[in-house]
């Protein structure tokens, strides 16, 4: 267990829908980042939030945002949904965000997003 | 951009078999991190290499960090079928992204 928590575990949705997926950090973690997996795509990285403000952002579509709140939690939110956003979705955390051991990224469950 | 090429992209060997593993770039990293993931799971953190030309052991795993910090390799020795399952290889440059290799499936048949 690495401490990072995510949900839901599976989502179904139809295209067109707008899902919200929710990330818990590990205890003291104050970084935030969030990874797309698909099969044909390998882990790719989406954004990443440090202490509530975002820090990076990767390959992640317009029709895609994040933020992270006070509390650290952090949340996902995917909109107009279509066939090609099916994957798994994974949220991980770090200490902080400079580089060496600090950016040790621990990663959730993931959440199994179908669109049909 | 950053590229990591993991070589080779399956892997398919018998229990008692040692493997390696290569992670190559044209880019040099600050940290290189090795991860496993089993179907349906996260990735799950193995090791960290800071320092170019660190080794660093794990039980039966271990871990290189090329001296330029370009490349890596993970070699197991005497694999057993808990091995099994998808290693990913991540570079991490001096901003806030890890690039992440393509991965390496393995499975070790009993």
């Known amino acids: 267990d690495s401490g990072v928590t995510q949900t839901p575990k599976h989502l179904i949705t139809a295209t067109g829908q707008r899902v919200t997926l929710r990330c818990s950090p590990r205890s003291g973690d104050l970084s935030v980042y969030w990874y797309q997996q698909s099969l044909d795509q390998g882990l790719q990285f989406l954004i990443q939030?440090?202490?509530?403000?975002?820090?990076a952002k990767g390959n992640i579509l317009e029709r895609f945002s994040a933020q992270q709140f006070p509390d650290l939690h952090s949340e996902l939110n995917l909109s107009s949904l279509e066939l090609g956003d099916s994957a798994l979705y994974f949220c991980a955390s770090s200490v902080a965000w400079a580089s060496g051991r600090s950016n040790e990224q621990f990663f959730g469950p993931g959440t199994r997003l179908t669109v049909l | 951009t950053q590229l990591l090429e993991q070589s080779p992209q399956f892997l398919s060997i018998q229990e008692g078999e040692n493997l390696t593993v290569y992670c190559n770039s044209s880019?040099?990293?600050?940290?290189l991190q090795w991860y496993r993931q089993e179907p349906g799971e996260g990735p799950v953190l193995l090791v960290t290499v800071v320092t170019g030309g660190e080794v660093k052991k794990l039980k039966r795993l271990t871990f290189q960090f090329g001296d330029a910090r370009k490349d890596s390799s993970l070699h197991i020795t005497a694999a057993q079928p808990g091995d099994t399952g998808l290693y990913l290889c991540?570079?991490?440059?001096?901003?806030?992204?890890?690039?992440f290799g393509g991965g390496t499936r393995l499975m070790v048949k009993p």
């Open positions: 991540a570079g991490n440059n001096a901003g806030n992204m890890l690039t």
């Open positions: 880019s040099v990293f600050s940290s």
């Open positions: 939030y440090y202490n509530g403000e975002e820090r």
